[in-house]
């Protein structure tokens, strides 16, 4: 069956750092998502992409955030100065169509530790 | 801007009692979403209700959609251990967004 993978499964990295996660969404959706997870937390929404563009963001999504899909495959999420604050857990969601209901697939996660 | 409460936070259960989580929105959504998501794990979806008052059924699993398509429950009959996990709903509002609730957590009791 089909399904998102994300790599790394654990990055940590220090305050003021840059990182980039990487996500390959399921190969026949349109439409992609990054949400971020605080430990024991609710899932929050960051941003959906559609069509090389992105077409949502919340107000999480600042100007440290970016996404881009540089080849056919990869999305990624690219956070320029880290904070401790952004240590959550971070999912990668693909679906097949954006309005019309769709279900979202979600990758494993990639738990990012800010020290 | 748009919510979506999900109640009660933690719900502990003796396996084979029942289970029931609600969400209600603060405004009219189009379709909601449920999701499970297993200690460690990443949600995985369960089911998506769209018409008003809809009812669907997964096995033990109860999921209904309010007539004003503010308000959402998910009820589990006779949990098992393989229930334990946190359990969200996800409402899509009049800017297409997912809005996820808090998510309900079932633990069962030893």
């Known amino acids: 069956e089909p399904e998102v993978t994300q790599t790394p499964s654990h990055q940590v990295t220090q305050m003021g750092q840059e990182v980039i996660l990487r996500c390959v969404p399921i190969?026949?959706?349109?439409?992609f998502y990054w949400y971020r997870q605080i430990l024991g937390q609710k899932v929050e929404f960051l941003v959906s992409?559609?069509?090389?563009?992105?077409?949502?963001k919340s107000e999480i999504f600042d100007d440290q955030f970016s996404v881009e899909r540089p080849d056919g495959s990869n999305f990624t999420l690219k956070i320029r100065s880290t904070k401790l604050e952004d240590s959550a857990m971070y999912f990668c969601?693909?679906?097949?169509?954006?309005?019309?209901?769709?279900?979202?697939?979600f990758g494993p996660g990639t738990r990012l530790t800010v020290t | 801007g748009q919510q979506v409460m999900q109640i009660p936070q933690y719900q502990h259960v003796q396996e084979g009692e029942d289970f029931t989580t609600y969400c209600n929105s603060s405004?009219?959504?189009?379709?909601i979403q449920w999701y499970k998501q297993r200690p460690g794990g990443h949600p995985v979806f369960l089911i998506q209700?769209?018409?008003s008052g809809e009812v669907k059924k997964q096995k033990r699993l109860t999921f209904q959609f309010g007539e004003a398509k503010k308000n959402s429950s998910l009820h589990i009959t006779a949990t098992q251990t393989t229930d334990v996990g946190t359990y969200f709903c996800a409402g899509r509002g009049s800017n297409y967004q997912l809005i996820w609730g808090a998510g309900t957590k079932l633990i069962i009791k030893p």
């Open positions: 209700l769209v018409k």
């Open positions: 969601a693909s679906s097949e169509n954006g309005v019309f209901p769709s279900e979202q697939y």
């Open positions: 405004t009219t959504l189009s379709n």
């Open positions: 992409f559609y069509n090389n563009e992105i077409s949502e």
């Open positions: 190969s026949n959706h349109l439409y």
